[in-house]
């Protein structure tokens, strides 16, 4: 696998990610990027498989084939409505990942990106 480093990611998502939308066909919605969202999914975890998945993530969220409702914390139940954790399959050299990506719809009914 080619090496990503987590400057090279955060800067790559800030061009191509920021201020864009991917159509959800699992969710029939559009999903919104943010860089709040971005720095948390890159927060807890720099390895290489997350770091790929960042720069393939739109192509991951147009191709979920599963969705499950999540849990909305109490802190965030004044703006957030749901939550929805979208899962596929993912190859990287020939082995296969089960990706989750995490989407939160706002009380305006916005979807947002935030973790994968």
Same mark, same amino acid.
């Given at each position: 696998?080619?090496?990503?480093?987590?400057?090279?990611?955060?800067?790559?998502?800030?061009?191509?990610?920021?201020?864009?939308?991917?159509?959800?066909?699992?969710?029939?919605?559009?999903?919104?990027?943010?860089?709040?969202?971005?720095?948390?999914?890159?927060?807890?975890?720099?390895?290489?498989?997350?770091?790929?998945? /960042?720069?393939?993530?739109?192509? *991951?969220? =147009?191709?979920?084939? !599963?969705?499950?409702?999540? +849990?909305?914390?109490? $802190?965030?139940?004044?703006?957030?409505?749901?939550?929805?954790? /979208?899962?596929?399959?993912?190859? *990287?050299? =020939?082995?296969?990942? !089960?990706?989750?990506?995490? +989407?939160?719809?706002? $009380?305006?009914?916005?979807?947002?990106?935030?973790?994968?």
């Amino acid at each position: 696998m080619k090496t990503i480093d987590l400057k090279f990611a955060k800067d790559w998502a800030k061009r191509n990610l920021v201020n864009t939308q991917v159509y959800c066909p699992v969710l029939k919605a559009y999903v919104n990027f943010r860089m709040d969202g971005i720095n948390h999914a890159l927060y807890y975890k720099k390895e290489e498989i997350r770091l790929s998945v /960042l720069l393939n993530i739109q192509e *991951i969220i =147009k191709t979920a084939d !599963k969705v499950k409702i999540g +849990i909305v914390k109490p $802190k965030d139940k004044n703006k957030i409505k749901a939550v929805f954790l /979208l899962s596929c399959s993912y190859v *990287i050299e =020939k082995k296969d990942y !089960k990706i989750y990506v995490v +989407i939160k719809e706002s $009380k305006t009914g916005k979807y947002y990106y935030v973790l994968s």
